[in-house]
């Protein structure tokens, strides 16, 4: 069984200082991890997403993730936060087969002036 | 492109009311279509999933119950709405493609129960 933990479900962060968004998994197969994000009222959307190759990862405005095996963790870094960067964020995991994605609980990020 | 339509986008029903969302995709052909369920500030509960026209599978027993008449249309449905039932609705598509199980999702409808 796949599942997924944030740790911590409120982050506040200064603007212009680095973003730190963690996330664990655990996955008996190899997994494919994703990061989505939410603003007020809407759907989720893609930030980034993990599959096979380069473990860093590069998405959406200026976000990154690390997949990191041995310490089966995949955490959400920006080095300098906008205030547009605030929302919530989900780290999510599925197998290969893909029918199913399991979301963490999310994390909303708050970025202060 | 692919554009994934739901409505209505916000809906209040009285208790014991039936319910009607719609989930359309165009754009793309046989997708898996999700429907997910967000409870004020808590994370996704995914509520069915479907691989196919008329394949229909439940995570959660509940009162609610999908549909898919069509490949790029998915229904949640209600007999009798419970206090419970509130939330936030999201409906979310991902293509039948290798290495791109990233999901794709809807505007949602917010759906309260009074």
């Known amino acids: 069984a796949q599942s997924v933990t944030q740790l911590g479900s409120h982050v506040s962060v200064s603007e212009g200082a680095l973003v730190l968004l963690r996330c664990n998994y655990s996955s008996s197969v190899p997994p494919y991890l994703f990061w989505y994000v939410q603003y007020p009222n809407q759907g989720l959307q893609l930030l980034l997403k993990y599959t096979t190759g380069a473990t860093l990862v590069k998405g959406i405005n200026g976000f990154e993730a690390e997949f990191k095996k041995s310490e089966t963790s995949f955490h959400l870094t920006k080095p300098s936060a906008h205030m547009s960067d605030a929302a919530e964020y989900f780290c999510a995991v599925s197998d290969t087969g893909g029918f199913k994605t399991i979301f963490g609980a999310g994390t909303r990020l708050f970025v202060k002036a | 492109s692919q554009t994934i339509h739901q409505w209505p986008a916000t809906l209040v029903q009285p208790v014991g009311s039936p319910l009607s969302l719609e989930c359309t995709v165009e754009g793309t052909s046989n997708p898996n279509l999700y429907w997910y369920r967000q409870a004020a500030g808590r994370g996704l509960q995914l509520l069915f999933y479907s691989v196919g026209i008329g394949q229909i599978s439940s995570e959660v027993p509940q009162n609610l119950s999908a549909s898919r008449p069509q490949d790029r249309q998915f229904i949640l449905s209600s007999k009798k709405l419970l206090l419970s039932d509130s939330g936030f609705y999201l409906c979310?598509?991902?293509?039948?493609?290798?290495?791109?199980?990233?999901?794709?999702f809807g505007p949602g409808t917010r759906l309260t129960v009074t």
């Open positions: 979310a598509w991902n293509p039948i493609q290798v290495g791109r199980n990233e999901q794709y």
